[in-house]
C-alpha cells in the first residue's frame, strides 16, 4: 500500500514538471507579440485611408497641420492657409457609382474645432477659382452619404478652371478607370505654393485674404501589386500642375517621380511601406502608356 501510495505521488509529480516544462518552452518559443511593422500603426488599425502613412505627421495639436479622419478620406488642415495640406483617401471599385450629384453645395465643415476658420463657399464666389475637390466626388459616388461627404470646405482648394476641368479631371477619370478594373489604389492630393490664375484674373489669396490661392496641384497614386501588396508589381503615379490657364487635357505631360513631390512639398508618402521595395520606385516618373477616355461613373 505505501509502494502504490509513493507510485502515484511520483506520477504527479512527473505530470507537473512536463507541464512546467512544455509552458516555459513555449514561451521561448513564442514570446511577446511582436511590434507592429510599417504597415500596422495600432491608432490607425482598420482605418484605410491613412494605411500607407500620414504624409506630414499631422495630428490634433496643431493648427497648421491638423489631422482630420473623416469616413470617406482623411486630411491635413491648414487653418492659416484655410486649405488642406493634402488629403488622402483608398480607392477601389466599391466605391464608385452613379450617386446623383445634383443639388449639393459646399459646406463648411463642422468637424473643425472652435476657434479655425470656418469657410463658406460664398467666399470663392466671383472669384474665378473653382471650388476644387482634392478627394473627387466621383470618386465617392456609391452613395449619397459617401458622395457629400466630399462636399465640404475642408476639401477643396481654389483651383484654376483649365486645372481643375482639364488636366486634373482627367486623371481623376484614368485612376477611376484603373479601380473599375480592379486595382487598389492609395491616393495623396493637395496645393503647394502661392498664386495663381483663372478665367483671367490672377491672385495670391480669395475671400478677403482668408483662402490661400495655390501655385500648383499635385497628386500622388500607389497602385498595390497583386493581393494588395506592395512590391515588384507596384506602381507609382504622381502629377504636378500649375494653378493657372496653361493646363490643357494631357494629364500624362505633368507626370513627375513621387520624389519629386516629396521634394516639392516636405512630405513623405507612403513610409509605412517596405522602403526597399518602394524607394526606388520613388525615384522615377511613371511612363506608361495612357489609354484612350473611357466613360466612368460620375
Request: aromatic share 10%; charged share 25%; net charge negative.
Amino acid at each position: 500500500m505505501k509502494r502504490t501510495h509513493l507510485s502515484w505521488g511520483t506520477s504527479l509529480l512527473l505530470v507537473a514538471a512536463l507541464v512546467l516544462y512544455y509552458v516555459l518552452e513555449n514561451g521561448r518559443q513564442t514570446g511577446p507579440s511582436p511590434p507592429p511593422g510599417p504597415s500596422q500603426n495600432p491608432a490607425e488599425v482598420g482605418y484605410p485611408h491613412l494605411r500607407w502613412g500620414n504624409p506630414s505627421g499631422a495630428d490634433a495639436g496643431n493648427r497648421d497641420n491638423y489631422l482630420m479622419e473623416k469616413k470617406y478620406y482623411a486630411l491635413s488642415y491648414n487653418n492659416t492657409k484655410g486649405t488642406p495640406n493634402w488629403v488622402s483617401w483608398r480607392l477601389v471599385r466599391e466605391d464608385l457609382g452613379d450617386a446623383d450629384r445634383e443639388g449639393l453645395v459646399f459646406q463648411p465643415d463642422d468637424g473643425l474645432p472652435g476657434g479655425f476658420k470656418r469657410i463658406v463657399t460664398e467666399e470663392y464666389s466671383g472669384s474665378g477659382f473653382d471650388r476644387g475637390h482634392m478627394c473627387p466626388a466621383a470618386d465617392r459616388g456609391s452613395d449619397m452619404e459617401a458622395l457629400k461627404a466630399t462636399f465640404v470646405m475642408t476639401n477643396v482648394v481654389p483651383q484654376s478652371a483649365a486645372n481643375n476641368e482639364k488636366g486634373w479631371e482627367k486623371f481623376e477619370s484614368y485612376c477611376r478607370s484603373l479601380a473599375e478594373d480592379g486595382k487598389e489604389l492609395y491616393v495623396v492630393s493637395g496645393p503647394q505654393g502661392q498664386g495663381g490664375k483663372s478665367r483671367g484674373k490672377s491672385a495670391d489669396f480669395i475671400a478677403h485674404g482668408q483662402v490661400v490661392v495655390p501655385a500648383k496641384t499635385w497628386k500622388v497614386v500607389m497602385e498595390l501589386g497583386r493581393g494588395g501588396a506592395v512590391d515588384a508589381n507596384t506602381r507609382l503615379i504622381a502629377v504636378v500642375m500649375p494653378n493657372d490657364e496653361t493646363v490643357d487635357n494631357n494629364w500624362g505631360k505633368y507626370r513627375v517621380a513621387v520624389r519629386a513631390v516629396e521634394q516639392l512639398t516636405g512630405y513623405h508618402f507612403f513610409d509605412r511601406a517596405d522602403p526597399a521595395v518602394l524607394d526606388p520606385l520613388k525615384e522615377q516618373a511613371d511612363a506608361s502608356p495612357i489609354p484612350p477616355p473611357r466613360e466612368h461613373h460620375r
